[in-house]
């Protein structure tokens, strides 16, 4: 059996940690430029030479995007920010464009090269000419069945490794080259700024009428015409194996901590069983399942593993995430009372029942019976986000606690 590296995605230096502590065997993040998440926090210098050391003292490999479709302007950037990337010392790079490749190829001759699904990696032939120049892994396309993939694993060397998704959103353009953002608003989704078009809700409007705008209903709400539902494989993590696949990624670079802190355990947990006994995998699905069920998500579907996807692999009715959990925080410290300290992402207050998540598995009940400013004084509730607070829930906290809430009724627009 091959080994499985599970990669997971980190929008900040917050979030890498927090993939790094609840499973990641790799992280993958983009620097301030030449990456496709402009949107997403990123990463300074200073913030990738932290976040390397952080991984790698923990036996965690970490690859950084540089995988937007370069034009001429972008050449002379990448190559001084490639001089920078060699002190800062990643194990990897990710790369679209083969202007950005021959670049690498020459500043970093010694670092591994992964190709992006942006690529359009969609055959063995493409694998191998991308082996021929140097790349140790490709990035499978997201159109590929897992029959496909089983027949480029048979016809690639045996040390060339094969990334694809196993969970996130779905882009509705082929390979996530999309051309909508930059045609409605002007920024380039293929230069890292996409605006997310394909969740808008649109109406049509005949030519020799215009201004008369006729709505696509498929219910008094209307229709979201390209909204996909997002990946999820768990249920599948054997079909993965026996495909081939060397690195199982989870897409997300703009996700909070706790969805990926959720979505990395899950699957870590689902990936560990399986290995040690399928029965074991098997017997625990259901807890898999529901795990995944408490991040963001937009319903879920297997994408085209088993073939091409249908109507129902689309949600036409609204264009929202369903949220069952609230992220509180994540517990940085603890201190000389046992009090956890921690920056408030959501409000809550003194007498609220919340969730404790641990990396091991374990979610625990708690009440919480106080809350303290950074001067110690009691307070009733934490309601200014990115505050620092501690907090006393009565039990023995510890670093990377991650704080929830169920929410009974809570939908999210995106």
């Keep these: 059996m091959r080994k499985t590296e599970l990669l997971i995605p980190a929008g900040s230096l917050e979030v890498l940690k927090t993939a790094v502590m609840y499973g990641a065997d790799a992280v993958y993040f983009g620097g301030e430029a030449f990456g496709l998440r402009a949107k997403a926090k990123n990463f ?29 302007d972008d050449l ?7 001089e920078e ?13 083969p202007g950005v490749f021959g670049i690498a190829r020459r500043v970093l001759p010694d670092m591994e090269i992964h190709i992006s699904t942006q690529a359009n990696n969609t055959n063995y032939g493409t694998y191998l000419f991308w082996y021929s120049l140097g790349a140790k892994r490709v990035v499978s396309a997201r159109e590929l069945s897992l029959a496909e993939i089983r027949q480029i694993r048979d016809r690639i060397p045996e040390d060339m490794e094969i990334e694809s998704f196993i969970h996130g959103a779905m882009c509705i353009s082929y390979s996530g080259r999309c051309l909508l953002s930059n045609y409605l608003t002007g920024r380039d989704a293929n230069q890292g700024a996409c605006t997310h078009p394909c969740r808008w809700k649109y ?5 020799k009428r215009p201004g008369e705008y006729m ?58 069983d399986y290995q040690k006994d399928p029965n074991l995998y098997r017997e625990r699905l259901p807890w ?37 959990y609230t992220y509180l925080g994540t517990i940085s410290e603890v201190d000389e009372r046992g009090f956890g300290r921690f ?18 598995g374990a979610n625990i ?44 009724e809570n939908k999210e627009e995106q």
């Excluded at 990337?85 to 464009?97: C, F, K, M, T, Y």
């Design 343 to 360: 920056e408030q992402k959501n409000k809550f207050s003194v007498g609220e029942s919340i969730e404790v998540m641990r990396p091991d």
């Design 85 to 97: 990337l060699r002190e800062i010392g990643p194990d990897a790079l990710i790369i679209s464009d």
């Design 365 to 408: 009940q708690a009440t919480v019976r106080g809350l303290y400013d950074e001067e110690k004084n009691a307070v009733e509730s934490a309601p200014h986000a990115r505050q620092i607070l501690y907090v006393d829930l009565g039990m023995e906290l510890r670093e990377y606690d991650i704080l929830r809430r169920k929410e009974e």
């Design 215 to 272: 709505p696509v209903y498929e219910n008094e709400r209307g229709t979201f015409i390209f909204n996909s539902k997002d990946l999820c494989m768990v249920e599948h993590i054997p079909e993965m194996i026996e495909a081939g696949i060397d690195s199982f990624k989870i897409e997300g670079r703009m996700k909070t901590a706790l969805y990926v802190a959720t979505v990395a355990r899950a699957y870590r947990h689902a990936i560990d």
């Design 44 to 72: 300074s210098k200073e913030d990738m030479k932290e976040g390397i050391a952080f991984a790698h003292a923990r036996g965690v490999r970490v690859y950084i995007t540089a995988n937007i479709l370069a034009h001429n």
């Design 203 to 207: 109406t049509l409007m005949e030519e």
């Design 76 to 82: 002379a950037g990448v190559e001084q920010y490639f």
């Design 288 to 324: 898999y399942r529901a795990e995944i069920a408490k991040c963001t998500n937009r319903e879920f579907t297997t994408g085209f593993y088993f073939g091409k996807p249908g109507a129902d692999a689309q949600i036409y009715t609204n264009n929202t995430y369903s949220t069952d």
